[in-house]
Each structure stands twice: as C-alpha cells, then as structure tokens.
C-alpha cells in the first residue's frame, strides 16, 4: 500500500517542491508545506520528519533524509530523497533536478498509460463477442431438439430436453465467468496513476 501511495503522489510532491522552491521558499519550508496534507504517505513522512527537527529529537535533517531513504519503497521517491540529501550536504542546484525528475517521471507515467491502453486495445471486443455470441450459439443449442424434431435423434442419437436445459445453463454460467476474468485482467493491470 505504501509503494502505491508513494508512486500516485511523488509526481505532485515534485511539482509542488519545484513551484514553492523556485518562488523562493527554502527547502525546509517547502518540506513543512508538504507535511501539512495532500500527498498521502508523503505528507506523513514529511510531517513526522518536521515534528521531530522542530522538538530537536533528531540529528538534523541531512540524518532525518537519509533515515527517510532507507523506509522509501519506490525509485522516485528514493531519487527525491536523495536529490533533498545532496542539496542539504552539497548545496546542489535543488530546482533544476527537480525539472528534471519530474520530466522523467512524467515520460514514465505517459509510457505506463500508454502501455496500460495498448494492453487493453482488445478487451471491449473481446467481452462484446463472448457476451453476445455466446448466449446465441447456448440458445441454438437449446432450440436443437425442438427445430430438428425427430431428426435430432438420427443425428445426435437420444436427446433429453434436461440435459440440454443444463447445457445451456452451464455455458451461460461458463460464458459469465469468462467475462468476469477478463474483466479482472483488465483490472490488475491498471498501472495505479
């Protein structure tokens, strides 16, 4: 769950860091603002993280970040981690490799929805044939005993009109299940944006 939370809302955090920061807010302002709400498990750890810098439990917030990379489950929250890291003990240009991460993540997200729709280009098709065709080929099946009469019998041999109620059924069962379980792929395969 926090690898979901961490991957949906990275992208804004990134964002927002970039906005705040290239209007003049320092970095641990900046962090506070994103600790406040709206960024899921981020505003948590943010949160927390100023909680502890402001009651002076901590080491100091270089120590706090790389406490921070080691709970991180996702590669552009690690990648922000350590850019805050580096800007913190180095002096980085912090703004211009936030750009940059947030174009690379978002070339990322465009590539995973594209693959997510391209995954999916056959499902409506295919639930539109199962759905429909199937319950019409089940209906002729159960219409056989009746359109052939007894020519049924010299074809098929004996045909019992339960048995073929129970055909029918069980196709119709069998053809919902299949629709249910393409449905369920379609589902899993979200990619979670």
Do not use: C, W
Request: charged share 25%.
């Amino acid at each position: 769950m926090r690898k979901l939370d961490e991957q949906r809302e990275i992208l804004y955090v990134i964002r927002t860091l970039d906005v705040l920061m290239s209007s003049g807010v320092g970095l641990e302002a900046a962090l506070h603002t994103i600790g406040t709400g709206g960024y899921g498990i981020i505003s948590e750890d943010f949160s927390s993280m100023m909680d502890r810098l402001r009651k002076g439990s901590s080491r100091g917030l270089a120590q706090e970040l790389k406490a921070m990379l080691k709970k991180s489950e996702t590669e552009g929250y690690r990648r922000l981690l350590n850019t805050m890291y580096s800007n913190v003990t180095q002096n980085t240009d912090i703004v211009e490799t936030l750009r940059k991460q947030g174009v690379r993540m978002e070339n990322d997200r465009t590539e995973a929805v594209k693959k997510y729709i391209e995954e999916l280009g056959a499902v409506p098709e295919t639930l539109l044939s199962i759905g429909m065709i199937g319950p019409i080929i089940l209906a002729i099946v159960g219409l056989v005993p009746q359109l052939l009469g007894d020519g049924a019998e010299a074809i098929v041999g004996s045909i019992d009109q339960g048995m073929i109620n129970s055909v029918v059924k069980g196709g119709l069962v069998f053809t919902l299940l299949g629709m249910m379980m393409i449905g369920l792929k379609a589902h899993t395969k979200d990619p979670g944006l």
